[in-house]
């Protein structure tokens, strides 16, 4: 697995580094102190298949939720978590709004960190309980949140599809078998399936392949 972190403090840095190994022991953690870092290596590890970005808000040359359009018009596919000190309602809904995939107030403990990033990876969206008044998004067609997965994660259906174990799917590319099922977890989660049986049947109707998977 592979993290963007961008932060101008790096003890912050270090801390959510530290969060993300929890989660994956073997995860490769890319680091930015500035907004302009954050966006060339987002662009650059974008094309070695990144799976996840936590950054914060209010970092030089962001520019709140500016930078974060921006970030996302470049990689849209891209998983982007903000971790900030300003947590409140109106400006949660505006991350949000801007397409990311959950916000994490600074304050909370590591735990709500990880658990939050669990989430994200599996292809969900994590609001704080504090902030459950803010909007949430309407759901999507499969076909549509197919579109949503990561380069990776289509890597990891492309091998559903051809039936392959999750052993040989880790090794084939080169992923530990946790990872593996968080990405099968976000995939399930697309395509509203129980079971990997059941997602490959959906992707096929929906005129999916081992090929066409990653169109």
């Known amino acids: 697995m592979k993290v963007?972190?961008?932060?101008d403090h790096p003890l912050v840095r270090d801390a959510l580094a530290r969060t993300v190994r929890e989660l994956e022991p073997e995860a490769q953690?890319?680091?930015a102190g500035d907004f302009d870092t954050l966006l060339r290596l987002a662009v650059e590890?974008?094309?070695?298949?990144?799976?996840?970005a936590l950054l914060d808000l209010n970092m030089p040359g962001m520019n709140g939720t500016v930078g974060l359009r921006r970030l996302r018009e470049q990689l849209p596919t891209l998983p982007v978590v903000v971790a900030s000190g300003q947590d409140d309602a109106a400006t949660i809904r505006a991350v949000l709004g801007a397409g990311a995939?959950?916000?994490?107030?600074?304050?909370?403990?590591?735990?709500?960190?990880?658990?939050?990033?669990?989430?994200?990876?599996?292809?969900g969206v994590y609001v704080p309980a504090r902030s459950l008044d803010a909007p949430v998004a309407e759901p999507v067609s499969p076909a549509a949140a197919i579109a949503?997965?990561?380069?990776?994660?289509?890597d990891v259906l492309r091998a559903l599809?051809?039936?392959q174990p999750n052993k040989?799917?880790?090794r084939e590319l080169g992923l530990t078998e946790g990872t593996v099922k968080i990405h099968?977890?976000?995939?399930?989660?697309?395509l509203q399936a129980r079971n990997r049986t059941e997602a490959v049947v959906r992707a096929r109707e929906l005129g999916l392949d081992a090929s066409s998977a990653s169109a």
């Open 101 to 123: 995939a959950g916000f994490i107030p600074k304050s909370e403990r590591p735990e709500v960190l990880l658990s939050a990033l669990r989430l994200v990876l599996a292809g």
């Open 148 to 154: 949503l997965l990561t380069p990776r994660q289509r």
């Open 4 to 7: 963007l972190i961008a932060d």
């Open 45 to 52: 590890q974008g094309a070695g298949l990144a799976d996840l």
């Open 161 to 163: 599809l051809r039936g």
């Open 184 to 190: 099968i977890a976000a995939i399930l989660r697309a």
């Open 29 to 31: 953690v890319v680091q």
């Open 168 to 170: 040989l799917i880790a």
